[in-house]
């Protein structure tokens, strides 16, 4: 009791409680008004805050990492659904209006060689020096890097047959997978290695399995959507890690402050936006239809089955980031590195590569919310930089660096935004989310749930 | 001695590098690139064309050397002042216009009829007031969180511009601004109205050269290289930080009016927010705490676009985008290299 009176006698945080109450007060009765409607703008919330949540969390990642704010997740999630919009392009519009430029597919097809070769890289060069040699090993990479680019650039020339080629990838990925967990479960449960029979049984099981996959995929065209996704979602990624590798690290080592970085980020934000418009039209497009306008109704409330996917994508996410950040020995890395990068360095963490990694994470989630929020309205070109703007508010909503703040944060946003134009016409809907920061920031500036 | 020639190209290049990262050098070049490049666009296109993009860069000119003052002289990376060249803009554009071709639709808006030079105060002023109110919200935020806030006002901005029909006309836009007309001169010529916005932009260049050579500027300075300090030595850095952000809006304001009656017609469209990360980009490139290098950077980015124009096989529409990739680019290799700007004097 007289820990809440020493509280309020505060004089920002009285003013700060007066402004809950009255806002949930609003918010009640409301509700009590015309309980239907608050439950459909519930649900709206619902569906928003699950794309804001999975912008934040991929931006809390970085930013809990690099501790720079960087401006291209909102290209990465423009990419991630005008990359849907470019390979499926012949569906949208009943075909009227088809995109496919050899100068795009050569840049990505040259990004993801160059993704390539750095992979094998960090991944092969030190291990297999002493067996190989030097050369080989260089020779062997360059080659196939340019496989992959070649390959990556027949994906995106052909997008009507998305489904076959991609099959064998998808295959030997999965085979690949099977072989992996299995060996991994084994060490789990048994405590042993495997022996000689188990593990031929199992490669033989991996691949059997991945090329049973490999020939249904080539042979369902239905599946060329949710394809369009992986490959979208992959290219934003690939993009991000180039452009640390290729940029960030240089930058870094010369930056004196953030916002150097930050200044930086917005040139590279200001040029994707630019080459957007270039090769799409500024004019808003939608995405196909992923599953039908199937509507379910909920006590007089009606919900899209694909609202219902996107806040299930957002809570795997989440729960998949979390596991990667709190269970395994990548996570502890990435988080040692937020807590003191030198001392990481130091204590003999390659941070070069685990920062590049986190980077492919996080644009691979500020694409798919990107994506998601295409399929749910429409795309447009400035649709990035809008996203990014309430990724980062929903963060510093929740909590900056945190990332259950990241989640909690998205959907408060979304049915902030939702209940607040409830009186107010929709397009207030940005003045809203930006009054809700400002207001955060003065009473609440570590959020909800601030990070230890 | 076979390898001299070599070790002597090398140490000439050694020697041309480091007299390349020396201050002056690159914004010498800078300057004289800048200039004989917008000699040959006149020459090119002819003085009628040049007139028209003398009044432009003027109008750019006065908002980049005010956002220099926050920016370059405070150190408060602001990217929301295009809200307040808006509302210079919307306050010509409301008070001067005839609207009573609105009273065709039902949305009408109210009229006023004011001459443009009883309206270009109230728009500085009213650019003014805003400011105050915001500056005393901003002034407790720092660093990205600055850049954060200030994205939302220009979002709101831009909202309340394209939202509030009842005062804005909405995405309609309004139309007939009016020129300005001082006794029986009346500023319609293209020529008349260069002369008039370069004699504002004079106004405004000394205005700031006066402010940044005071002590007040003194003050500003040390609040950007670090704010403690200067409380410590007795500054209430709130008002000077608030005063700075007033005077700057004020400036945006002036260069809102300018520009609403240099187009004639208002829409939300010119003032979203990719216009004021251009803004602050051209800020960035002219040079943080340089008045010169602000002139500088208008001038580059004004004459930009027409560069562009040079370029084979690129279609006339994406001109604009063209400018923008090239803009994003600079930025980038700035920050690489030299990032005080072309020729700044405080590095970011």
Avoid at chain 1, 95 to 104: A, K, S, T
Avoid at chain 2, 138 to 156: E, H, K, P, Q, T
Wanted: proline share 3%; hydrophobic share 55%; charged share 10%.
């Amino acid at each position: 009791m007289t820990n809440a009176r020493a509280y309020l006698a505060n004089r920002s945080n009285l003013l700060a409680s007066v402004l809950v109450a009255l806002v949930v007060a609003y918010i009640g009765w409301k509700v009590t008004e015309s309980p239907e409607q608050a439950l459909q703008f519930a649900f709206n919330g619902m569906s928003v805050g699950a794309v804001y949540a999975l912008v934040a969390m991929g931006f809390t990642i970085v930013y809990s990492t690099v501790w720079f704010f960087d401006m291209y997740y909102g290209a990465a999630a423009a990419l991630g659904a005008y990359g849907v919009f470019y390979l499926r392009s012949s569906e949208t519009l009943g075909g009227l209006y088809e995109v496919n430029n050899p100068v795009v597919n050569g840049i990505f097809a040259l990004v993801v060689a160059g993704v390539v070769l750095w992979a094998l890289h960090t991944a092969f060069y030190y291990r297999l020096r002493s067996r190989f040699g030097e050369k080989t090993l260089r020779i062997g990479g360059v080659i196939l890097a340019v496989c992959a680019g070649a390959y990556a650039g027949a994906v995106l020339t052909f997008p009507s047959n998305l489904h076959i080629t991609l099959a064998p990838t998808i295959a030997i990925i999965a085979a690949i997978a099977i072989v992996v967990c299995g060996r991994a479960l084994n060490t789990r449960i048994f405590r042993s290695n495997l022996q000689k029979v188990p593990t031929i049984a199992l490669t033989i099981g991996g691949i059997a399995v991945g090329v049973g996959l490999g020939i249904w995929l080539a042979d369902s065209p239905g599946s060329k959507l949710y394809l369009s996704w992986g490959v979208s979602c992959f290219i934003a990624g690939s993009v991000s890690l180039a452009l640390y590798r290729g940029l960030y690290v240089y930058m870094r080592q010369r930056a004196r402050s953030p916002l150097v970085m930050l200044v930086a980020t917005l040139g590279i934000l200001l040029a994707f936006s630019a080459l957007i418009v270039m090769v799409f039209e500024p004019t808003p497009r939608p995405l196909p239809e992923p599953f039908g306008n199937e509507t379910w109704k909920v006590a007089g409330a009606s919900i899209k089955g694909f609202n219902v996917f996107t806040i299930a994508v957002a809570c795997v996410g989440f729960v998949g980031l979390l596991w990667l950040l709190k269970m395994t020995t990548f996570g502890r890395t990435v988080r040692a590195i937020g807590d003191d990068e030198e001392v990481a360095k130091v204590v003999g963490i390659n941070t070069t590569v685990i920062i590049a990694i986190v980077f492919f994470i996080g644009a691979v989630f500020a694409a798919l919310g990107g994506l998601l929020s295409g399929h749910d309205t429409a795309i447009q070109p400035r649709m990035g930089l809008l996203l990014l703007l309430k990724g980062w508010i929903a963060s510093v909503v929740g909590g900056i660096g945190n990332l259950q703040g990241a989640i909690l944060g998205g959907f408060i946003l979304g049915m902030i935004e939702q209940f607040g134009i409830w009186d107010l016409a929709g397009e207030w809907r940005d003045v809203v989310s930006f009054v809700v920061l400002i207001l955060f920031l003065s009473f609440w500036p570590t959020g909800i749930l601030p990070r230890k | 001695m076979n390898s001299s020639p070599a070790t002597t190209n090398a140490s000439l290049m050694a020697r041309g590098m480091t007299a390349l990262r020396e201050k002056g050098d690159i914004e010498l070049y800078a300057n004289v690139f800048v200039i004989a490049w917008a000699v040959i666009i006149t020459l090119w296109q002819g003085t009628g064309f040049a007139v028209t993009l003398g009044t432009v860069f003027c109008i750019w000119a006065i908002l980049s050397v005010s956002l220099n003052l926050v920016v370059g002289y405070t150190g408060l990376l602001s990217v929301g002042h295009i809200g307040f060249f808006g509302i210079g803009a919307y306050g010509m554009a409301i008070l001067t216009s005839d609207t009573s071709y609105e009273l065709l639709r039902t949305e009408s808006i109210a009229q006023f009829g004011w001459p443009f030079f009883a309206a270009l105060p109230v728009c500085v002023i009213a650019a003014g007031a805003v400011a105050l109110a915001v500056g005393a919200v901003f002034n407790r935020f720092r660093d990205d969180i600055y850049v954060l806030v200030s994205f939302g006002f220009a979002i709101i901005a831009f909202n309340v511009f394209l939202s509030w029909r009842g005062l804005t006309r909405g995405a309609y836009g309004i139309r007939d601004v009016a020129r300005p007309k001082i006794g029986s001169w009346e500023v319609s010529g293209e020529l008349d109205f260069l002369i008039l916005c370069a004699v504002f932009l004079l106004i405004v260049v000394g205005i700031s050269w006066f402010l940044v050579s005071s002590s007040f500027g003194r003050v500003l300075k040390a609040i950007r290289e670090d704010e403690q300090v200067a409380q410590v030595f007795g500054y209430r850095t709130t008002f000077y930080k608030l005063a700075i952000w007033v005077i700057s809006a004020m400036m945006a304001g002036l260069a809102g009016g300018l520009f609403g009656s240099f187009t004639t017609f208002v829409d939300p469209n010119s003032f979203i927010l990719l216009e004021s990360m251009l803004l602050v980009s051209i800020v960035i490139l002219g040079g943080l705490a340089s008045i010169r290098g602000s002139l500088l950077g208008a001038l580059a980015f004004v004459l930009l676009e027409e560069g562009m124009r040079f370029i084979p096989f690129l279609p006339s529409e994406f001109v604009g985008q063209a400018r923008q990739v090239v803009l994003g680019v600079l930025l980038v290799l700035l920050m690489l290299f030299r990032p005080q700007g072309l020729a700044g004097r405080y590095k970011l």
